[in-house]
């Protein structure tokens, strides 16, 4: 029997609430399924000296956390991962910028992470490496003489060649990729665009007449591996939490007004500037929304020390009060703009109480909380959701109003065209995206990877499943 570890920058301690992050949420489910190892940076800790790892042993998994250093932090996290990395991946050249010094320090910071991971394989291990922070991990653990399957997935989109080449070590960073056994990406979009890179750096013959990769004496399996939600448990969670004293008083509160609801991290990349436009022109053109909707914002703060998000954060709140100036009245306010988070039930129960889920990102690698609310939803008198084209989510929710997120009157329009939904077109369009999630859901996501895992390993290596899951 082999071991699952995964491995990502952060990871979430079952004793803290849940981090804001759809990679949480879904390694967490994964591990919860097979048990296992997590190992990663604590999260909210820094400027210790790394030493040996803290482990805590919680259902099955075990999770082994680092600390990071100040400078580390800085350089690895803020600056290569966050200001390199993140907006090259999401189409964000403006934000860029590279620096020799964060590189070096990317590259130590993974190095770090391999020798504290190294004392706590074991033999039989299947080591799935988690995003963009930790692309060299897997070189790294080659280096130190590491045999076992390595899989490596990425929650961000991948960029095509001619973005990719704008990183001055882009080839490196396509090389690294290579060291894993399989690579797996949100969507088939982005599976094309390392193809591209592939193709670019080694040649159209190291890609194989069955999609995998040959590299000098190397051959892995690049795929799509969408990741999903746990539809069982979100659909309880939010029952449960319906009858929660937070989304009571938000439900009272509404005094029989519309709601819609946005739930995203504040990050350029989730669009919540045009968002704002959209929903003022959505006013604008039909007036008669005016005292009959509340657009409930949730945007918990990420990532506060990058300059662009300090800035996102600044232009928001002007929006925001922008809007609430000019159109709220003695009893109404347009938008209710939080910047917290909450536990994940009480957003499953907010999204419920929903007749409108808006994500509009401007660009996104799946968008878990579009998964969310679909799976949140009354079957019996479904919320409709507005989804951007640009997200790895609209993928598989066609059913979804799919609208381009720099388009603020077709946003406004599709708002408009939720309210007034017939119900049996309600109930179509949520019956289609809810047999999509259950047939694709959080659990196949992380079987299908572990299965690609063992089939590299050859052996019978299969990971042991906790309970009836699996
Ligand atoms: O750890 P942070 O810097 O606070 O950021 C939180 C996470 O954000 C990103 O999430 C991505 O993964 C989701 C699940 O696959 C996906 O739905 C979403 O589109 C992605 O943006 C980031 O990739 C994670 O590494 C962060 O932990
Ligand atoms: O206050 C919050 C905000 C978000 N989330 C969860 O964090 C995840 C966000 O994932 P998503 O893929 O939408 O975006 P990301 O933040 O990973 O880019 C979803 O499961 C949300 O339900 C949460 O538990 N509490």
Same mark, same amino acid.
Request: proline share 5%; charged share 25%; with cysteine.
């Given at each position: 029997?082999?071991?699952?570890?995964?491995?990502?920058?952060?990871?979430?301690?079952?004793?803290?609430?849940?981090?804001?992050?759809?990679?949480?949420?879904?390694?967490?489910?994964?591990?919860?399924?097979?048990?296992?190892?997590?190992?990663?940076?604590?999260?909210?800790?820094?400027?210790?000296?790394?030493?040996?790892?803290?482990?805590?042993?919680?259902?099955?998994?075990?999770?082994?956390?680092?600390?990071?250093?100040?400078?580390?932090?800085e350089l690895?996290?803020?600056?290569?991962?966050?200001?390199?990395?993140?907006?090259?991946?999401?189409?964000f050249?403006?934000?860029?910028?590279?620096?020799?010094?964060?590189?070096?320090?990317?590259?130590?910071?993974?190095?770090?992470?391999?020798?504290?991971?190294?004392?706590?394989?074991?033999?039989?291990?299947?080591i799935?490496?988690?995003d963009?922070?930790?692309?060299?991990?897997?070189?790294?653990?080659?280096e130190?003489?590491?045999?076992?399957?390595?899989?490596?997935?990425?929650?961000?989109?991948?960029?095509n060649?001619?973005?990719?080449?704008?990183?001055?070590?882009?080839?490196?960073?396509? @090389?690294?990729?290579?060291?894993?056994?399989? %690579?797996?990406?949100?969507?088939?979009?982005?599976?094309?665009?390392?193809?591209?890179?592939?193709?670019h750096?080694?040649g159209?013959?190291?890609?194989?007449?069955?999609?995998?990769?040959?590299?000098?004496?190397?051959?892995? @399996?690049?795929?799509?591996f969408?990741?999903?939600?746990?539809?069982?448990? %979100?659909?309880?969670?939010?029952?449960?939490?319906?009858?929660?004293?937070?989304?009571?008083?938000?439900?009272?509160?509404?005094?029989?007004?519309?709601?819609m609801?946005?739930?995203?991290?504040?990050?350029?990349?989730?669009?919540?500037?045009? @968002?704002?436009?959209?929903?003022?022109?959505?006013?604008?053109?039909?007036?008669?929304?005016?005292?009959?909707?509340?657009?409930?914002?949730?945007?918990?703060?990420?990532?506060?020390?990058?300059?662009?998000?300090?800035e996102?954060?600044?232009?928001?709140e002007?929006?925001?009060?922008?809007?609430?100036?000019?159109?709220?009245d003695?009893?109404?306010?347009?938008?209710?703009?939080?910047?917290?988070?909450?536990?994940h039930?009480?957003?499953?129960?907010?999204?419920?109480?929903?007749?409108?889920?808006?994500?509009?990102?401007?660009?996104?690698?799946?968008?878990?909380?579009?998964?969310?609310?679909?799976?949140?939803?009354?079957?019996?008198?479904?919320?409709?959701?507005?989804?951007?084209?640009?997200?790895?989510?609209?993928?598989?929710?066609?059913?979804?109003?799919?609208?381009?997120?720099?388009?603020?009157?077709?946003?406004?329009?599709?708002i408009?065209?939720?309210?007034?939904?017939?119900?049996?077109?309600?109930?179509?369009?949520?019956?289609?995206?809810?047999?999509?999630?259950?047939?694709?859901?959080?659990?196949?996501?992380?079987?299908?990877?572990?299965?690609?895992?063992?089939?590299?390993?050859?052996?019978?290596?299969?990971?042991?499943?906790?309970?009836?899951?699996?």
């Open positions: 029997m082999s071991r699952l570890v995964c491995v990502s920058n952060r990871i979430s301690l079952p004793r803290k609430s849940a981090a804001p992050g759809g990679l949480a949420v879904g390694v967490l489910s994964a591990l919860k399924r097979t048990g296992g190892l997590w190992f990663g940076w604590g999260g909210d800790t820094i400027g210790h000296e790394p030493g040996d790892p803290d482990q805590l042993i919680r259902d099955g998994v075990t999770y082994a956390t680092i600390d990071l250093r100040t400078r580390d932090f690895y996290y803020n600056g290569y991962s966050n200001q390199m990395l993140w907006p090259l991946f999401h189409y050249l403006r934000g860029m910028r590279y620096s020799v010094e964060e590189r070096d320090a990317y590259e130590s910071v993974n190095r770090l992470f391999a020798q504290k991971l190294l004392p706590l394989l074991q033999e039989r291990d299947l799935w490496v988690h963009y922070h930790l692309i060299p991990l897997g070189r790294q653990l080659r130190a003489g590491v045999r076992r399957p390595l899989g490596f997935f990425l929650h961000i989109p991948f960029p060649i001619e973005m990719l080449r704008v990183l001055p070590t882009y080839a490196e960073l396509l @090389r690294d990729l290579t060291h894993y056994d399989v %690579v797996g990406f949100q969507t088939q979009n982005d599976l094309k665009a390392f193809y591209s890179g592939i193709e750096l080694f159209a013959e190291a890609i194989r007449s069955d999609g995998r990769i040959r590299v000098g004496d190397r051959v892995l @399996r690049a795929d799509v969408p990741i999903g939600v746990d539809v069982a448990s %979100v659909q309880n969670e939010a029952v449960e939490a319906m009858s929660s004293d937070v989304v009571r008083r938000m439900y009272d509160s509404l005094m029989g007004r519309h709601l609801v946005g739930v995203d991290r504040l990050d350029y990349s989730k669009g919540l500037p045009e @968002r704002f436009s959209a929903y003022q022109h959505f006013l604008e053109t039909y007036p008669e929304n005016s005292g009959r909707i509340t657009y409930l914002q949730i945007a918990p703060l990420s990532r506060s020390d990058v300059k662009a998000y300090v996102i954060r600044q232009a928001l002007q929006a925001a009060g922008r809007t609430n100036g000019r159109f709220a003695t009893d109404w306010t347009p938008i209710r703009y939080l910047n917290r988070n909450f536990p039930s009480t957003l499953m129960g907010l999204l419920r109480s929903a007749h409108v889920g808006i994500v509009t990102p401007l660009r996104d690698g799946m968008n878990l909380v579009a998964k969310e609310f679909v799976a949140a939803q009354n079957a019996d008198d479904p919320g409709v959701l507005v989804l951007s084209t640009l997200a790895g989510a609209a993928r598989e929710l066609n059913s979804a109003l799919l609208v381009n997120p720099y388009d603020s009157r077709a946003v406004g329009h599709a408009q065209a939720a309210l007034s939904m017939p119900l049996p077109e309600r109930r179509e369009r949520h019956a289609a995206m809810l047999q999509t999630l259950k047939r694709n859901d959080i659990a196949s996501w992380s079987r299908r990877f572990v299965e690609a895992l063992e089939k590299a390993d050859g052996t019978d290596t299969r990971v042991r499943a906790i309970g009836n899951g699996s």
